[in-house]
C-alpha cells in the first residue's frame, strides 16, 4: 500500500499516514507559470494499491484536476490499484439542475474522476444519495456521526432538529443513533439569491437543547437563521454540528456573532488560522480515513 498527498489538505494525509504507520508517497505538484498543474510520481508503484488523498475545496476545479493527474500518472506507472480518498467532494451540492439550463456538475465531476483512471472512491458524508449512483465505480461514502456526537458530549434535555427536507435523513439516522427524538423545521429556500427563511417547527423545543446535524456549513446564513428561529421558540442552547466546515466569505464572521452556542465540524477541509473563532471545535477524521484504507485494499 502507498499513500500519496495532493496540495489539498497535507497536514490531514500525514495524520492519516502516521495512523497507518506509514510515510507519505514521494511526488512533485509544481505549476506552471500560466498556472497549469503538472503531477510527477517518484515512487515504484507497479502492482502496488495506492491511495490519493485530496478533498475538492477552494480552488475546487484546480485540486480536481489535480487528483485526476495522480490516478492516469499512476495507472500508467502500472498501479494495482487507485484509489481516490476525497475526504470532502466539492461540486456534490450540485447534484441536480436546480434552474433550467444549469449543467448537474456532480454528474459531470463523477464521471471525470472515473475517466481518469481511479478504481474506487473514498468519501465523507456526501450532501445527497443522488451523488452515488453518478459514479460506475465503487463509492465507499463515511459517516461522521459518531465521530460528531461523541465531541458533543451528553446532554440530558436535548432533541434534534431536521433543519431542511434535503436533510431529513440525515438528521433522523442522527437522532437515532443518539437517540433522541426529533422536531422538524419547514423552510423555503430562493434559488436565485440562496436566502432562506423558516416558515414552521413540527414539535416542541422550549428549555432543550438543540441538536443540528448537517453535511455542510458554507456561508452560515441558514445556521443562523435556524438558530435564531429556535431561540424565538424557546430552545436553551443551539449546538450545530457539520461535517465539511466551507465557511465560505465572511462565515466566521457572522457564526461568532449568532445566537449558536457551539459549533463542532471535522477537518475534511483546511480551515486556515483566519477562520477560527472561539465558539468552534474542530475534531479530526484521519481515523476514519485510515480505518477505511486499510479495509478497501486490494
Known amino acids: 500500500m502507498i499513500l500519496f498527498s495532493g496540495t489539498s489538505h497535507p497536514l490531514l494525509a500525514k495524520e492519516v499516514a502516521s495512523i497507518l504507520g506509514i510515510s507519505l508517497g514521494n511526488v512533485e505538484v509544481t505549476r506552471f507559470i500560466d498556472s497549469e498543474c503538472r503531477v510527477r510520481i517518484l515512487d515504484d508503484v507497479k502492482n502496488q494499491d495506492v491511495f490519493v488523498i485530496q478533498s475538492l475545496s477552494q480552488i475546487a476545479d484546480q485540486h480536481l484536476v489535480e487528483l485526476c493527474l495522480f490516478a492516469t500518472a499512476l495507472k500508467n506507472l502500472g498501479a494495482k490499484t487507485v484509489t481516490a480518498v476525497i475526504p470532502w467532494m466539492g461540486y456534490s451540492k450540485q447534484d ?31 450532501h445527497s444519495k443522488t451523488v452515488i449512483p453518478y459514479f460506475s465505480i465503487p463509492v465507499v461514502e463515511l459517516s461522521t456521526e459518531e465521530l460528531l456526537a461523541s465531541a458533543r458530549g451528553p446532554l440530558a434535555e436535548s432533541v434534534v432538529v431536521s433543519p ?32 432562506v427563511s423558516v416558515s414552521s417547527i413540527s414539535g416542541d423545543v422550549k428549555g432543550k437543547a438543540v441538536i443540528i446535524f448537517d453535511d455542510i456549513i458554507n456561508t452560515g446564513a441558514t445556521a443562523v437563521e435556524t438558530s435564531a428561529f429556535l431561540k424565538q421558540h424557546g430552545a436553551a442552547s443551539v449546538i450545530f ?24 465540524v471535522t477537518n475534511t477541509i483546511v480551515i486556515s488560522k483566519e477562520k477560527l473563532f472561539s465558539s468552534l471545535t474542530i475534531v479530526s477524521v484521519a481515523s476514519l480515513l485510515a480505518d477505511a484504507i486499510k479495509q478497501n485494499l486490494g
Open 241 to 264: 454540528l457539520a461535517t465539511h466546515a466551507v465557511l465560505a466569505g465572511d462565515a466566521s464572521a457572522v457564526l461568532l456573532k449568532s445566537t449558536i452556542d457551539q459549533i463542532i
Open 96 to 126: 441536480k439542475a436546480f434552474r433550467s439550463g444549469e449543467a448537474v456538475s456532480a454528474q459531470l465531476v463523477a464521471k471525470v474522476i472515473e475517466v481518469a483512471g481511479f478504481d474506487r472512491v473514498i468519501c465523507c458524508e456526501l
Open 164 to 195: 431542511d427536507k434535503g436533510g431529513v435523513s440525515r438528521s433522523e439516522s442522527f437522532a437515532s443513533h443518539i437517540g433522541k427524538p426529533i422536531v422538524y423545521l419547514e423552510k423555503k429556500r430562493n434559488h436565485d439569491t440562496g436566502e
